[in-house]
């Protein structure tokens, strides 16, 4: 009797069994959710890594591939191809001649020897560049019988509230619209290369000069692009005085049309086409895009 009251008082009681069964409940659900997110691990282990091939990334972030140095020596033994030279200029700037004075074996005097060939070789090479300075100077004439002040009418290019000539523009709006640099490395590389010196302000106002210029050929292309049957569109953000913009892009068969607008909204659309209905429009089907006034509508197959 005494041993079996042992085996009684030993046994668990009834709360001590439910806060078991809860503390083991806990377990298992922090266990459970490990492997969830182990199992979410290997799997994105096991998917290939986002390229320009399988994802929007742009080609310019994947990584490339270690060349094969075996693959480069069978491209050195491989024979057949031409060798390409660079085609003499008929007239060069600058002529030097390397005539033989001695001979090097017996040291003969050569200087009054005709030579049994000549071989022309050329080097293409940039001169230095200074900046040129162009002062004009303005008339002022008061007139003896209105007494009117008449100033000079300055060439064009070189107006009053201009500080740099047009060759000086052009080379800003080159290196910004096509080349890309940003103002601070425009005035770096026009200080290195040319030795002129041009603050941001200056680069602001040469590149808003520039865009009113170009608007009258813009509208042009506007009118063109719009004028086509099928239209392919898309837009992406842009910053415009420190705050997100949108710009849009219209390709047409006859040329290609950029607009930056506030929103990313169809009435951006609607400020480009005006009334017109175009027949195809190409996009990636985004709601904005969807709204476009076109007949038919193509799911564009880069996206």
């Known amino acids: 009797m005494a041993i079996a009251a042992n085996e009684q008082s030993e046994q668990p009681s009834r709360k001590e069994l439910l806060a078991l069964v809860i503390h083991q409940q806990e377990i298992l659900a922090r266990l459970e959710a490990e492997v969830a997110a182990l199992k979410t691990e290997l799997e994105n282990f096991r998917r290939p890594p986002p390229t320009s091939r399988n994802s929007s990334r742009p080609p310019s972030l994947d990584q490339k591939s270690n060349s094969d140095p075996q693959r480069k020596q069978r491209k050195k033994k491989r024979r057949g191809y031409a060798r390409q030279t660079r085609p003499l200029v008929e007239k060069p700037d600058q002529i030097i001649p390397v005539p033989v004075t001695e001979c090097r074996t017996c040291r003969a005097n050569l200087t009054k020897v ?4 000549v071989i022309r070789r050329q080097v293409t090479e940039i001169p230095p560049v200074n900046p040129f300075i162009i002062e004009t100077r303005q008339h002022e004439v008061l007139c003896p019988h209105c007494h009117e002040l008449n100033r000079g009418l300055l060439p ?23 080349q890309h640099l940003s103002y601070e490395r425009i005035v770096a590389t ?8 041009l603050s941001e302000g200056g680069i602001a106002a040469i590149l808003r000069r520039a865009g009113e210029c170009a608007r009258p050929l813009a509208e042009q292309i506007k009118e063109q692009v719009i004028a086509d049957r099928v239209i392919k569109s898309d837009e992406t953000s842009a910053r415009v005085k420190g705050r997100n913009w949108w710009q849009w892009v219209f390709v047409g068969l006859s040329g290609v049309y950029h607009h930056i607008g506030p ?41």
């Not at 290019?157 to 080159?174: I, K, M």
């Not at 990313?264 to 086409?273: F, K, T």
């Not at 009334?275 to 197959?301: G, S």
């Open 114 to 117: 005709k030579p049994e060939r």
């Open 156 to 178: 064009e290019g070189l107006e009053a509230d201009r500080f740099f000539g047009p060759n000086q523009a052009a080379r800003v709006v080159y290196y910004k619209q096509t």
């Open 190 to 197: 026009l200080c290195d290369l040319y030795g002129v010196s």
């Open 263 to 303: 929103t990313r909204s169809a009435a951006e659309i609607r400020a480009v086409l005006g009334d017109r209905r175009i027949e195809k429009w190409v996009c990636d089907c985004f709601k904005a895009q969807l709204k476009a006034p076109a007949k038919e509508f193509q799911l564009c197959l880069a996206h």
